[in-house]
Each structure stands twice: as structure tokens, then as C-alpha cells.
């Protein structure tokens, strides 16, 4: 059985070789989606919304630097949402798309959010899941107290 997707690598503008998931067909009637993922997550989070969404829209689910198939940066500090705004970008140029309707998760929606500050004509739409206009310190605490901590699961399932 062949994948309802197809890979797409592509470069950052610091020289990263990076990855995304694109469903759909280049020609969809519907203007682009790109569903970005949160902090410890990847482009396979969006896998049954992306084939649901792709009779009528393309889309695109990255991989941000250093999850998924992406690499992994040599500096701490390039991680990011200002570099993974830039990766989206980078993204949006290499596939084509220079206007979409973005779905953010967590991190995902920080990264949205600054795309509409930074770029705001990219934006057709914006759907954000999980994050809003405010950070709470406890859920900043929450996150670092799992970040690089956790097993690995055995199984995907």
C-alpha cells in the first residue's frame, strides 16, 4: 500500500536539511493547510486530519528541526519559534504555496502567531489548538518537567 503523502525535504535558510509530509494534490480546488506540530511532537500528528482534508486541500505537515526525519541543529539556541517561523517559510517556498490556512498546536500555535506578526499575508486562516495569547508559568514548568526526560514509547501504538 502506498502512503497517502509524499516526503518532501527541503533546506533551511541556515543550511538544515528538513522534512515534511504533503497530501493532497498540488491543483486542490481549497487553499493550502499546514498543520504545525508542538514542542516534542512531528508531522505524523496530523496524519488522519491531513487525509481527511486532502480530497479538497493540500497539505503540508513539517517536521521541525531536530524531530522526525528533520536534523538536528549544532546550536541549542536555533530551537526556536522565530527559527521554526523561518522553517515554515523556507517550507511554504520550497513546496510552492504562498498563502495557507494554518492549524497550530501548542508550540505549532506560537510559531502560527508569529507568522501573523511577521508575515501576515501568508495567512488565510488560522486554527490554534492547545495555546493562546498568554503562557502560564505552571504549564512552562509542567513541559520542562518531561522535555528529554521520558522513555521512548516501545511501540507507536
Known amino acids: ?16 536539511k528538513l522534512y515534511a509530509r504533503d497530501y493532497g494534490d ?12 508542538g514542542l516534542t511532537r512531528n508531522s505524523r500528528d496530523f496524519d488522519t486530519l ?10 503540508l505537515c513539517p517536521d521541525f528541526r531536530g524531530r522526525g526525519l528533520s536534523a538536528w541543529c549544532d546550536n541549542w539556541s536555533d ?22 490556512i494554518f492549524i497550530g498546536t501548542s508550540r505549532g ?20 489548538n492547545d495555546i493562546g495569547p498568554e503562557v502560564d508559568k505552571r504549564g512552562i514548568e509542567r ?9 521512548p514509547p516501545a511501540t507507536w501504538d
Open 109 to 128: 500555535g506560537l510559531v502560527t502567531m508569529a507568522l501573523a506578526a511577521f508575515r501576515p499575508n501568508v495567512i488565510k486562516a488560522a486554527i490554534l
Open 143 to 151: 513541559i520542562a518537567g518531561y522535555v528529554g526526560l521520558m522513555e
Open 1 to 16: 500500500m502506498t502512503a497517502p503523502y509524499q516526503d518532501i525535504f527541503y533546506t533551511s535558510q541556515d543550511g538544515l
Open 50 to 59: 491531513a487525509e481527511h482534508l486532502a480530497d479538497r486541500h493540500r497539505v
Open 26 to 37: 498540488r491543483a486542490s480546488p481549497g487553499t493550502p493547510v499546514i498543520c504545525l506540530p
Open 79 to 100: 530551537y526556536t519559534p522565530v527559527h521554526e517561523m523561518m522553517d515554515t517559510l523556507d517550507l511554504m517556498g520550497a513546496a510552492g504555496v504562498g498563502q495557507g
